[in-house]
Each structure stands twice: as C-alpha cells, then as structure tokens.
C-alpha cells in the first residue's frame, strides 16, 4: 500500500521506518500547520491529489494534544482514508489479540493474548499490554510501560516510560499517568 505520513515532526520520521518495516510504501507528509519541499501539503489539498481509493494514511501526530489527534484522525476516516495497522515484524501480537484500525505496534512491543487494542493507538518499543486487557482508542503506551492482566485503559490516555499499571486497574479516558510511576485503581 502506499502511505501518505500525517504529520511531519519528529514522531513522523519513527513513522516512516514502520511503514516500510510493514512493507508498505512511504509516499510523503501531510501537515496542516507547517510548509517545506518534503510535505505534500494540507489534509485538505492531498485529498485532490492524492485521493482515498490510492492511498492510505499513517497517523504522525503526536501526544502532545490526544484531543486534536483524535479530531485528525475522525477527519481522516470521513473523507474515506484507510489507515493500516502496522506492526513491526519484531513485535509480538497474540494470535487471540484484537488491534484496531490505525494502530502502530513498534518493536520488541507485546500484545499478549485476549488483548484489545482500540483505534490510532501507539505502542513504543517494549511495551507490554499483558492478557485480557483493553486498551482504548487514540492511546500512547511509552517505551517499557507495562499494563498487567484485565486492565482497562480508557481512550485518549497516555501512559509513560517505564510505567506500570496493575492487575484489574481501570483508568478513565484522558488519564496522564508519568513516567517511572504505578497505578492501582481498581472497581468493582
């Protein structure tokens, strides 16, 4: 498939590498907000040149506003792009895993079995969603993050490096949890 990048920074750059880990076939940048000789152009003008029925897109926008990412991402399905999942052939995923449309999984990540991934979702080398958990749509899992067994992380959240979350917690949506630090919350 060809991939158009949505975005253009620095997460953009990790991007590209995975496409073509996944074997698909980078095609250029689109930025809303900034111009340069590398990026096609807005979503709005790649749309014309650069239509749906030829191209998917890869989202390279980052965390630092999971609520405008999300925005861009509902623009991208509306207009009718496909966005692949991509996983790096070294992570692992479970056979009895779900992943969602969209989702990146870097490697030496692990998505153990029973395991749900919503929609635009980023896993960071060496994360880990252990069995029977969920994780939502539009969430950023750093790099070692650990979610043990029955975790349900809401949409919209961001977990930190090195950062664990316990068995049978479950995080709201939009929850920040910090780097190096452990969550335990559980509900009935």
């Given at each position: 498939m060809r991939v158009l990048i949505y975005g253009s920074g620095d997460f953009a750059l990790t991007v590209i590498e995975l496409v073509r880990a996944c074997g698909h076939e980078p095609v250029g940048f689109i930025d809303d907000f900034s111009q340069s000789s590398t990026i096609?152009?807005?979503?709005?003008s790649v749309t014309c040149s650069h239509p749906p029925s030829d191209y998917g897109i890869a989202m390279a926008i980052g965390y630092n506003n999971l609520a405008a990412r999300w925005t861009a991402w509902q623009r991208v399905r509306a207009i009718g792009y496909e966005a692949p999942t991509l996983i790096h052939p070294r992570a692992y995923c479970?056979?009895?895993a779900a992943i969602g449309s969209g989702t990146m999984v870097m490697a030496s990540a692990v998505v153990d079995g029973r395991a749900q991934i919503g929609e635009a979702s980023v896993l960071w080398p060496c994360a880990c969603v252990n069995h029977d958990?969920?994780?939502g749509d539009n969430c950023f899992l750093s790099p070692n993050s650990t979610l043990c067994g029955f975790v349900r992380l809401g949409s919209n959240c961001f977990v930190g490096a090195n950062a664990a979350i316990a068995d049978r917690s479950v995080v709201p949506p939009d929850t920040f949890i910090k780097m190096s630090s452990s969550y335990?919350?559980?509900f009935a």
């Open positions: 096609l152009g807005s979503l709005e479970a056979d009895s958990t969920s994780v335990t919350r559980r």
